[in-house]
């Protein structure tokens, strides 16, 4: 009897990605498995370091140990306020072949070309500078070079990359973790919010489209209210996301 072949698409979400990881614990506590990872931003991160061999208590304890807004992480002459570039030597401590080939499951990075405006899915080649494109959050990180093109946020283009795993797995986990907030007027005062806001209608109506495509679909609402850096709510929403996919899962 042939086994079944699981595929998991990891949205981006920032803070939120570390849902995933709950729902990565409540998978291989029933048994799953997934071969197949697929995933943009902080879900691209999370998937890079599982299809690296990492559990998900090593990745969740880099979460915490790691300093993001630390003062020599910020750029200088660079459009963002963290320099991208300076987590390389970190996320290769984590990701030591450097390469998609050296990795024990098979990965697809979305990342946005800001040049041309088009999605890429990376899935082979070099690793580390293509995760970390993968999460240059506009504004917060700068953008990477890679090739003499300079490349950011997945989740501007494709914030829920099912797409590769569509030929490949059996069942598809999605793993949703940038739920749409329902905003009051008085909250979008100013041209930052409207923008913002702008921003995330996008995705989300991009993103819904593809939840048809899931077998397993992992959306807790419940992360409507973390903010994309509240760093001090790691474990809040690790929780959210194992008692969400445990909850599906039964």
Same mark, same amino acid.
């Given at each position: 009897?042939? =086994?079944?072949?699981?595929?998991? &698409?990891?949205?981006?979400?920032?803070?939120?990605?570390?849902?995933?990881? +709950?729902?990565?614990?409540?998978?291989?506590?029933?048994?799953?498995?997934? %071969? *197949?990872? &697929?995933?943009?931003?902080?879900?691209?991160?999370?998937?890079?370091?599982?299809?690296?061999?990492?559990?998900? %208590? %090593?990745?969740?304890?880099?979460?915490?140990?790691?300093?993001?807004?630390?003062?020599?992480? *910020? =750029?200088? $002459?660079?459009? +963002?306020?963290?320099?991208?570039?300076? !987590? %390389?030597?970190? !996320?290769?401590?984590?990701?030591?072949?450097?390469?998609?080939?050296?990795?024990?499951?098979?990965?697809?990075?979305?990342?946005?070309?800001?040049?041309?405006?088009? @999605? /890429?899915?990376?899935?082979?080649?070099?690793? /580390?500078?293509?995760?970390?494109?993968?999460?240059?959050?506009?504004?917060?990180?700068? #953008?990477?070079?890679?090739?003499? =093109?300079?490349?950011?946020?997945?989740?501007?283009?494709?914030?829920?990359?099912?797409?590769?795993?569509?030929?490949?797995?059996? =069942?598809?986990? +999605?793993?949703?973790?940038?739920?749409?907030?329902?905003?009051? #007027?008085?909250?979008?005062? @100013?041209?930052?919010?409207?923008?913002? $806001? &702008?921003?995330?209608?996008?995705?989300? /109506?991009?993103?819904?489209?593809?939840?048809?495509?899931?077998?397993?679909?992992?959306?807790?609402?419940?992360? @409507?209210?973390?903010?994309? !850096?509240?760093?001090?709510?790691?474990?809040?929403?690790?929780?959210?996301?194992?008692?969400? &996919?445990?909850?599906?899962?039964?």
């Amino acid at each position: 009897m042939e =086994t079944k072949k699981y595929g998991m &698409a990891l949205s981006g979400g920032g803070v939120r990605g570390i849902a995933h990881l +709950g729902v990565i614990k409540a998978l291989e506590e029933h048994g799953i498995f997934p %071969e *197949y990872i &697929a995933g943009a931003s902080a879900g691209a991160i999370v998937g890079a370091f599982y299809a690296a061999g990492h559990s998900w %208590e %090593e990745i969740l304890h880099f979460f915490k140990s790691t300093s993001m807004f630390s003062w020599q992480n *910020y =750029t200088y $002459r660079k459009p +963002g306020i963290l320099d991208t570039d300076k !987590f %390389e030597h970190l !996320f290769a401590t984590y990701l030591p072949g450097d390469s998609f080939a050296s990795l024990t499951k098979t990965l697809f990075v979305s990342a946005t070309d800001i040049e041309k405006g088009k @999605n /890429v899915i990376w899935k082979e080649g070099t690793l /580390v500078r293509k995760v970390l494109a993968s999460a240059a959050f506009p504004m917060v990180l700068s #953008p990477v070079e890679i090739e003499g =093109t300079f490349y950011a946020d997945g989740a501007i283009t494709n914030n829920f990359p099912v797409e590769p795993l569509l030929p490949l797995c059996d =069942t598809i986990i +999605g793993s949703y973790v940038s739920p749409l907030p329902v905003v009051q #007027p008085g909250e979008l005062t @100013n041209s930052m919010a409207v923008l913002e $806001r &702008a921003f995330k209608i996008g995705m989300a /109506v991009q993103s819904e489209k593809k939840f048809p495509h899931c077998d397993i679909l992992i959306a807790p609402h419940q992360l @409507n209210e973390v903010g994309t !850096f509240s760093m001090n709510r790691i474990d809040e929403v690790f929780k959210i996301g194992y008692e969400a &996919a445990t909850q599906q899962l039964q």
